[in-house]
């Protein structure tokens, strides 16, 4: 058995057909944010970055935020693409060609100055926790951004992560990634002590825009706030 996965695992001619169908069976179950699920808000990916060689092993080995069950299970895998912004991709979902639209509203006008315009400079590929992290909830943001770092690899998501899989997950398959009543907080803290938190997804769109801002460190006591984690492959 293990001659035939190293065979399978060496030669992408071999290992091309469990691939398509693990990620068929990830985009049945919502986990999956590809270029045709991008291919709603037009033709906007110029480039598709080929998955890591070891893709599958990685989707079948235990989840390290939630051992009994395996990263295909509890991640979202999902392509990030370069030159999105945050403010072209808000105008984007209010009408995209196919999917669900949006109902956006302008991000707060400090974020669309500080973050609106910036994008990646090189698409990738990222997985997400499907959920916040266990017990992240009612602790202070320094507590969230150190326990989504406690994993190889993994971190608190940046606003475009979270933003980017949040919408292109309802617009392809209309689904809340948290709910709408959850929130992750996120890397960036734009300047003074105002702090981010992105989720709160309904059928009508981001509540708040789908961010959150908090005046100060203390999440303690909100309870709608945690940390998802998301390791960039």
Excluded at 12 to 33: E, S
Excluded at 52 to 69: F, G, Q, R, V, Y
Excluded at 207 to 212: E, T
Aim: hydrophobic share 35%; net charge positive; proline share 5%.
């Amino acid at each position: 058995m293990s001659r035939c996965w190293n065979a399978i695992a060496s030669d992408p001619r071999l290992k091309q057909p469990f691939l398509d169908a693990d990620l068929k069976k990830l985009d049945v179950r919502c986990c999956y944010i590809g270029k045709e699920a991008w291919y709603c808000l037009g033709d906007i990916i110029d480039e598709v970055p080929p998955l890591p060689d070891d893709i599958l092993e990685i989707l079948n080995s235990p989840c390290p935020w939630t051992a009994e069950k395996k990263v295909k299970e509890t991640h979202i895998l999902a392509l990030i693409p370069k030159d999105l912004t945050l403010n072209s991709i808000g105008e984007l979902v209010k009408e995209p060609k196919k999917g669900q639209k949006i109902k956006y509203h302008p991000l707060y006008d400090l974020i669309e100055e500080e973050y609106g315009n910036t994008a990646e400079t090189e698409s990738y590929w990222a997985l997400m926790t499907k959920d916040v992290l266990n017990g992240s909830r009612c602790k202070t943001r320094s507590k969230q951004l150190a326990l989504a770092k406690e994993k190889d690899g993994y971190k608190a998501p940046n606003l475009r992560q979270a933003i980017f899989i949040n919408f292109m997950l309802f617009v392809s398959k209309e689904i809340s990634l948290f709910g709408w009543k959850k929130f992750t907080c996120c890397r960036e803290k734009p300047e003074g002590k105002r702090l981010l938190a992105v989720g709160g997804f309904r059928s009508g769109g981001f509540r708040y825009s789908g961010l959150v801002v908090v005046e100060n460190d203390d999440y303690g006591s909100n309870r709608s706030i945690g940390v998802a984690a998301v390791r960039k492959l």
